[in-house]
């Protein structure tokens, strides 16, 4: 079963930094996109970067020139650098991944289970 297995978070002062790693399990294909969403309480989930199979990426606005995600294509792993982190970025980050499993003709969508960042001001 395919499983996306996320680890980094933690509570930090702002203007730390903190990495985020999603490692997806083994009997698997092909990943495609894969990327980072947070929700904060009250709030949306929200995208916050995404990479492509090629390393192409996508950032939110918000983090834009303070996130950055890369992707480890051997390793089925990405990981998101935060840096100069703010009181606002407090959320549950949560991995997504865009995987065909192995013996499946299909592509899904497979969520990690979260983890909690908490920045302090």
């Known amino acids: 079963q395919v499983q996306l297995v996320e680890s980094g978070g933690g509570l930090v002062q702002a203007g730390g930094s903190l990495t985020l790693s999603c490692a997806a399990s083994?009997?698997?294909?092909?990943?495609?996109?894969m990327g980072w969403y947070r929700q904060a309480p009250g709030k949306q989930r929200e995208l916050v970067a995404t990479?492509?199979?090629?390393?192409?990426?996508n950032t939110a606005d918000s983090v834009k020139g303070r996130f950055t995600i890369s992707r480890d294509n051997a390793k089925n792993t990405i990981y998101l650098q935060m840096n100069s982190l703010k009181p606002e970025d407090t959320a549950v980050y949560s991995c997504?991944?865009?995987?065909?499993?192995?013996?499946?003709?299909?592509?899904?969508?497979?969520w990690g289970q979260g983890t909690q960042v908490t920045v302090s001001s």
């Open positions: 083994r009997n698997i294909v092909g990943i495609n996109a």
């Open positions: 990479v492509a199979s090629g390393g192409t990426t």
């Open positions: 997504y991944a865009h995987i065909r499993p192995t013996f499946m003709t299909s592509w899904f969508d497979y």
